[in-house]
Structure formats: structure tokens, C-alpha cells
């Protein structure tokens, strides 16, 4: 990796990165909304990065309803959508770069064997690569880590605490989404991350490797997610009510009213996002890990 490749300029580049399990839902239009809005308002380009790594929760031809939503909604990103899967060369390349940097290492220990943090368990064992058998670990540093979110403030982990090693390549031979995301993310110059609370602990451990790869890290807002009637974050898993694109303005103003945003007295959708880019107030954001949209 190029430590140039991480010397980001004052450009703003956004990006919103869905998952093809299955069509947006509301919680997924309010953060497509926040990241648009966050780049939009600063003169950025705001990109799309479709996370398909994983292809048994993949859900054939829903990449292409996500992106037909989005741009029911008016939401059309600057620059071709890139497909995780047509960067396997990259992340490998990466992978290989740690392992010359001693920062991995292999683990036999499955999910079940830990119930919060990774304990360690085999990070000075020395085990030999097994096929299907072991996954590859990355070394996070023993010093507190502390980052500056835009919305919840300076937050701060310790390891073995609050967070641990994590997997970068899994037993399958997949490459965790840790690892993708911080590749794409420098690959394609990202300077703002704006996305779900619910990934806010994945924020450090993925500033870990952006400073092992010598680039640096995005700037982070992390959102509240939106809960439904049982208290649960909205997700396709627990089969949230695909979003409705006959009526796109009336759903733009549920995500505004959600992140507690000004409403747009237009009522056409360019002119809406219009008026909603130049009178956006991220530090109107809930410093929420989540809430519901009946809250408002």
C-alpha cells in the first residue's frame, strides 16, 4: 500500500456501502440520506460501494433494487459503484503486506469460544495455517486508542476491555469485512465516514489498520440507527418493511425529521435534497446509539 495512496486532500468523498441481502428499508434510507446530505452540503462526491463479500446472505438482483431506490430518492452517487467481490486481488495483496508486518496471526478459536472481546487465547501460540482450520487475526496495540466522532465526541478503547484482535481473513478464506472496508475506503480516497451507531466499535479497530497501512483514517459520524416497535434496530435479517419508493419526498422527510434536520418546505425532490444540502446541521444529530422514529 502507498503511504501517498492515504494523503488525503481537502476534498470531501462520502460514501454509503448496503449490503445485497435483500432491499433498503428506512433505517437504511436515513443513513443514505446522512451521507449524502454530509457530502452534498460540503461540495463532495458521494459514492456507493456495494458489500457483497459474504455470498451465502447474498440476495440475487438486490443490488440492483438498491440502487433503483436510491435513485427514486434522488440519491445518485458521483462515480461508479464498486462490488467488493471484483476486489479480491486487493485484499489479498493487503492480507500478505500484514503478514510481512507480523501484525496477524493465526487463530483456531470460533465466536462461541468468548462471549464478549477475544481474550488472546492464541496470539503467542505460533499455530501453522490450517485449511478451513484457522483464521487470520490482526495484533491491535496494547495503548489506549481514542478517536473524535462528530457526533458523540472523543470516545475512547482499551484493549482487552472494550476491544480486541479481530479477524481480517475468516477460516473460510473469505476476507473479513474489517479488512475490505478499510482497503475500499482507501482506495477510493474516502475522507468521511457517516453511518450507524451500531458500528461505532468498529470504528477503532478499523483505524488500527488504516495506521498499519500508513494511511489515514476518515473523519467519523456515527448516527443513531433506527429501532423498530420491539426496540430492535431495523435490518433485513429481522425482515424490515422494504422501502416504498412511490411517495420518495414523504420518506425523505421521515429521515430528516429523524436526524432532527430542518424540513424542506419544497415539495419536488430536487428541489427538496436542494434545500436539505444547504440547511444541513449535523450537530443537530441525537448522540444516540439508537432510537425510534416515534421519538420525534
Known sequence: MNPAVGDRSSIYIGRFAPSPSGPLHFGSLVAAVASFLDAKSCAGQWLVRIEDLDPPRAVAGSDHVILSQLAAHGLRPDQPVVYQSQRLP??????????????????????????????????????????????????????????????????????????????????????????????????QRISHVVRGADLLHAAPLQEALFTALEATPPKQL??????????????????????????????????????????????????????????????RIPALMGRSETTN
Open 90 to 187: 486487493q485484499y489479498a495483496a493487503a492480507v500478505k503486506k500484514l503478514k510481512q508486518q507480523g501484525l496477524v496471526y493465526h487463530c483456531r478459536c470460533a465466536r462461541r469460544d468468548y462471549q464478549t472481546h477475544y481474550p488472546g487465547t492464541c496470539r503467542t501460540q505460533n499455530l501453522k495455517p490450517e485449511p478451513g482450520g484457522t483464521a487470520l487475526r490482526f495484533r491491535v496495540g496494547s495503548s489506549p486508542h481514542t478517536l473524535v466522532d462528530r457526533v458523540h465526541g472523543a470516545l475512547t478503547w482499551h484493549y482487552g476491555e472494550s476491544m480486541s484482535d479481530f479477524v481480517v481473513q475468516r477460516k473460510d478464506g473469505l476476507h473479513a469485512y474489517q479488512l475490505a472496508v478499510v482497503i475500499d475506503d482507501i482506495d
Open 222 to 283: 456515527h448516527i443513531p440507527v433506527v429501532l423498530g416497535n420491539d426496540g430492535r434496530k431495523l435490518s433485513k435479517q429481522a425482515r424490515a418493511k422494504p422501502l416504498d419508493t412511490e411517495n420518495p419526498v414523504n420518506n425523505l422527510r421521515r429521515a430528516l425529521a429523524f436526524l432532527n434536520q430542518r424540513q424542506p418546505p419544497q415539495h419536488t425532490l430536487e428541489n427538496f435534497l436542494k434545500y436539505a444540502c444547504d440547511h444541513w446541521q449535523p450537530e
